[in-house]
């Protein structure tokens, strides 16, 4: 079982950044694929960057540019730094580990953490 802690949301303004942070208790946290999700109220949840075990990264079209994941093995850490934030991107963030072992599908979710953005 792994738990994730989410930490650093709050209420920004418009073209501030945010730094996310999403503490795991895995002990082999190295090998599972980190995520960040949001939802925001009324919408389904959707993935917003991904950073799997062997470093490669993807991020949904509407924050590319703008959001970046990073993640520190040895503290069992993930990070999503946000950056040029839009009202659009108000919503619930949560953390997601991932991985695949013997062919079954592992996955855990942190509590999220608010953010809202707005002047």
């Known amino acids: 079982q792994v738990q994730l802690v989410e930490s650093g949301g709050g209420l920004v303004q418009p073209g501030g950044s945010l730094r996310l942070s999403c503490a795991a208790s895995?002990?082999?946290?190295?090998?599972?694929?980190m995520g960040w999700y949001r939802q925001a109220p009324g919408k389904q949840r959707e993935l917003v960057a991904i950073l799997t075990s062997g470093g490669s990264t993807n991020y949904v079209n509407s924050v590319k540019g703008r959001f970046t994941i990073s993640r520190d093995n040895a503290k069992n850490t993930v990070y999503l730094q946000m950056n040029s934030l839009k009202p659009e991107d108000t919503a619930v963030y949560y953390c997601?580990?991932?991985?695949?072992?013997?062919?079954?599908?592992?996955?855990?979710w942190g509590q999220g953490t608010q953010v809202t953005v707005s002047s």
């Open positions: 895995a002990s082999s946290f190295s090998t599972y694929a």
């Open positions: 997601n580990a991932h991985r695949t072992l013997l062919s079954r599908n592992y996955d855990y």
